[in-house]
């Protein structure tokens, strides 16, 4: 299938795909749970008030048999990256890393990407760091391994579970199979969570406290009273959620593009910059999402007190999907951010200051994710850890 406006456009349209995708299926799903009760024309989607900024909500549930969604910082032994040609610089230079650090690699070749062409880059990358690759002979119809790939969470007396969210979606057959066959691969139980939801959708601490988009669910014309929603986010291991606002030019409308946690109770969120004394609709959004981080997390068990760590941001451009420092990636001894160097210098130092103080003394290595970004996600989106003990 061809797109115009080249494979970065045809990137996005995919990605735009799944979300209806999962729209439909989150609309099937609550409708059947809740009957007649639910009417998804209520659910005004926020995006299309201008101006209008909704409060943040927090969300109770009872984590189902006591697991937990994995924080956003836990190390992971193994990553898994799509080989795409779309963006070969930015697939590399995180391969490098992921090798450099000591964890292991595993690549799955985008449908779209030449077979001849994974062979010779994971030649380049084992002779370059000596260490094998594994790579999988099937292939995925997107590079976003963190929307498509099995959630991963930790039971409660330990040990990995693996969900495989629904996806209904003729033209990603490919992703939709995709966490079958890994599971296999790796002999970890999958249980399949009977909803359409994105990986890249939720962040956590990993002590249940979780972060969605309230746009998120708007886009799927869910509100956020929902009486299934605590049922669902029970599955996936959260005690207490926030659903907050996200930026509004952002398409994707996952919360992973404006905050990740860095530790239990330590959190970067996007701020914007805007002019001196202006203050735009999207840094008013951020604002509220922050507060709604806050509010959750204080209502936990133990009463989370977070420390929260503000990244400069830069303010949305027209026609270009906003640029995310902190949608990057923790490994066992650095941390992966993007960087967009058409912005200047002076953009990148004040972002990478920032995410330096997020996390400590672990060294903060930027990639050049430009072109990434043009096609609705940054290094987050493109990678994912799993665990299978």
């Given at each position: 299938?061809?797109?115009?406006?080249?494979?970065?456009?045809?990137?996005?349209?995919?990605?735009?795909?799944?979300?209806?995708?999962?729209?439909?299926?989150?609309?099937?799903?609550?409708?059947?749970?809740?009957?007649?009760?639910?009417?998804?024309?209520?659910?005004?989607?926020?995006?299309?008030?201008?101006?209008?900024?909704?409060?943040?909500?927090?969300?109770?549930?009872?984590?189902?048999?006591?697991?937990?969604?994995?924080?956003?910082?836990?190390?992971?032994?193994?990553?898994?990256?799509?080989f795409t040609q779309t963006w070969p610089r930015a697939s590399a230079a995180i391969a490098a890393q992921v090798l450099d650090s000591g964890t292991r690699l595993a690549l799955v070749r985008e449908r779209d990407s030449a077979r001849l062409a994974l062979t010779r880059f994971v030649t380049k990358l084992e002779r370059a760091h000596g260490q094998p690759i594994t790579t999988h002979a099937d292939a995925v119809d997107t590079p976003w391994v963190r929307d498509w790939g099995p959630l991963q969470l930790r039971r409660a007396g330990g040990g990995s579970l693996w969900l495989d969210a629904a996806l209904d979606d003729a033209l990603r057959a490919h992703d939709d199979g995709a966490p079958g066959w890994l599971a296999r691969h790796h002999a970890v139980a999958l249980d399949a969570l009977p909803w359409a939801v994105d990986g890249g959708a939720f962040i956590s601490n990993g002590a249940g406290l979780c972060v969605l988009s309230l746009d998120y669910l708007d886009a799927r014309g869910v509100t956020s009273d929902t009486e299934a929603l605590p049922e669902l986010l029970g599955q996936l291991g959260c005690r207490v959620t926030a659903v907050v606002p996200t930026l509004v030019a952002e398409h994707t409308k996952h919360v992973d593009m404006i905050a990740q946690f860095v530790g239990p109770d330590r959190l970067m969120v996007a701020r914007i910059v805007d002019e001196p004394g202006g203050a735009s609709e999207d840094a008013l959004r951020l604002e509220a999402a922050e507060r709604g981080i806050r509010a959750a997390a204080a209502l936990l068990d133990e009463g989370v007190t977070l420390d929260v760590v503000h990244v400069p941001t830069p303010p949305s451009e027209p026609g270009r999907n906003p640029r995310s420092y902190v949608n990057g990636l923790r490994l066992a001894d650095r941390?992966?951010?993007?960087?967009?160097?058409?912005?200047?210098?002076?953009?990148?130092?004040?972002?990478?200051a920032a995410v330096q103080e997020a996390v400590g003394e672990l060294p903060v290595v930027a990639i050049d994710a430009s072109d990434m970004i043009g096609a609705g996600g940054a290094i987050h989106c493109a990678t994912l850890g799993l665990w299978t003990d």
């Open positions: 299938m061809t797109y115009d406006g080249g494979p970065e456009a045809a990137l996005s349209k995919r990605r735009a795909s799944a979300g209806v995708s999962s729209m439909l299926c989150l609309r099937l799903l609550l409708a059947t749970s809740l009957g007649s009760g639910f009417e998804p024309g209520l659910a005004a989607p926020a995006d299309s008030i201008p101006g209008q900024v909704p409060a943040p909500v927090v969300i109770h549930s009872a984590p189902v048999d006591g697991r937990v969604l994995r924080a956003d910082f836990e190390v992971p032994r193994q990553v898994l990256l799509v941390y992966l951010m993007p960087s967009y160097p058409e912005l200047g210098p002076p953009w990148q130092r004040e972002a990478q």
